[in-house]
């Protein structure tokens, strides 16, 4: 059987027809289902933010907060920011490793990164064995002091296994 040339320009005219509309009909589909989504998150929306109660303002906070309360968070406070202060000094120092691994200056040496690297771990530990119950007393500052815990046993791995040469 031969195929002639007007043949396959008909097949192909047919082809591309079938595409384009059902290129449409998706588009046309997706742009419906995406209207209605839209719609029906708005309606949401507007009808939760109505549902919402009205606040008294300051004047009930006030008389919510109570004297006691401030005094003894004061105690807290202030052990928060001594480890705060502590994390400061820790970060301050994993910013110097940082320059002493980029040799920024012309006399750092590995050796002064490694040193860096070991005050950084002490003073970690320092912290941690200093605030056992620092999970309890200010979970966040432990997420932070367990995030500096990893990246300096991460630092010492990458170290002794040779990542960073002079």
């Not at 209207?35 to 549902?51: D, H, I, L, Q, Y």
């Not at 202030?78 to 006399?107: C, F, P, R």
Request: aromatic letters at 4%.
């Amino acid at each position: 059987m031969k195929i002639l040339p007007d043949q396959l320009e008909s097949v192909r005219l047919e082809q591309q027809n079938a595409q384009t509309n059902r290129g449409t009909q998706s588009a046309t589909a997706f742009g419906d289902i995406l209207n209605g989504e839209v719609a029906k998150t708005s309606a949401r929306s507007s009808s939760s933010a109505s549902s919402l109660p009205s606040l008294g303002g300051l004047d009930t906070l006030s008389v919510l907060i109570g004297t006691q309360n401030v005094e003894a968070t004061s105690e807290t406070t202030n052990s928060g920011s001594a480890i705060m202060d502590k994390v400061d000094s820790v970060l301050n120092k994993l910013d110097q490793y940082a320059q002493n691994l980029q040799g920024t200056s012309s006399s750092t040496s590995l050796k002064d990164a490694y040193g860096v690297l070991d005050d950084i771990d002490s003073a970690v530990q320092d912290i941690k064995s200093a605030n056992p119950d620092l999970a309890q007393s200010h979970p966040a500052l432990q997420n932070v002091v367990s995030e500096l815990e990893a990246m300096t046993v991460t630092e010492r791995i990458k170290f002794n296994r040779g990542d960073y040469t002079a």
